[in-house]
């Protein structure tokens, strides 16, 4: 398989998953502003995931955009980081229909962890297929916000069940540190190329 049919599978599984979790966004029944205000709690969450989403994606694309070729072990790090990416309008829809109440957003953070780990195991797998002294893996380095992020999770996940807004500010915290895109990738693509 090539890497364009893999990458094209992936945006296509991405955009059925942010499909899916717009189709839960219900039509409030009342045209005042003031229907909106139930619905808050599911906007954000929403939002939230949408971002997560939406960074994945671009940094997929930039993996993807490091590398030459995928084999089976690639093709299964992949669906492994697409399962759990899968599981994102489950979470995304029971955290914001319990206003962010501890299980559920303890669960929301299980599922960002298990696909930053995901994540982390593409990285690793792509590493392995195409060397150690290839385009990805010296643009990834050592990947600290890739490692940095695990930890947050996993706090964040235990703090969900003290304080569930606390939990939901480290999510967000990892968000902006991911909003802009590896430019780690495009700036050793570029070098590799010249």
């Not at 093709?75 to 399962?83: P, Q, S, V």
């Not at 229909?97 to 593409?122: R, T």
């Not at 195409?130 to 916000?145: I, P, Q, R």
């Not at 695990?150 to 990892?174: D, E, H, K, R």
Request: charged share 10%.
């Amino acid at each position: 398989m090539s890497k364009a049919r893999m990458e094209a599978f992936s945006d296509g599984v991405i955009a059925i998953i942010i499909t899916v979790m717009v189709l839960e966004l219900h039509i409030p029944h009342g045209a005042g502003l003031s229907a909106l205000f139930p619905l808050l709690s599911v906007f954000l969450s929403y939002v939230l995931s949408f971002i997560f989403l939406g960074i994945y994606w671009s940094n997929h694309h930039h993996l993807l955009q490091a590398i030459k070729h995928v084999d089976g072990r690639v093709l299964w790090a992949n669906l492994h980081l697409l399962f759990w990416l899968s599981l994102t309008p489950f979470v995304t829809g029971w955290m914001g229909e319990n206003h962010f109440a501890s299980v559920p957003v303890a669960l929301y953070g299980v599922v960002l962890l298990f696909a930053a780990i995901a994540y982390f195991i593409l990285t690793r797998t792509l590493i392995a297929v195409h060397g150690k002294d290839s385009v990805l893996a010296t643009a990834l380095g050592s990947d600290f916000k890739g490692k940095i992020s695990v930890v947050l999770y996993a706090a964040a996940i235990l703090l969900s069940f003290v304080i569930s807004w606390f939990a939901c500010g480290i999510y967000v915290l990892v968000a902006i540190m991911w909003l802009v895109p590896d430019r780690r990738i495009e700036k050793a693509f570029t070098v590799a190329k010249t």
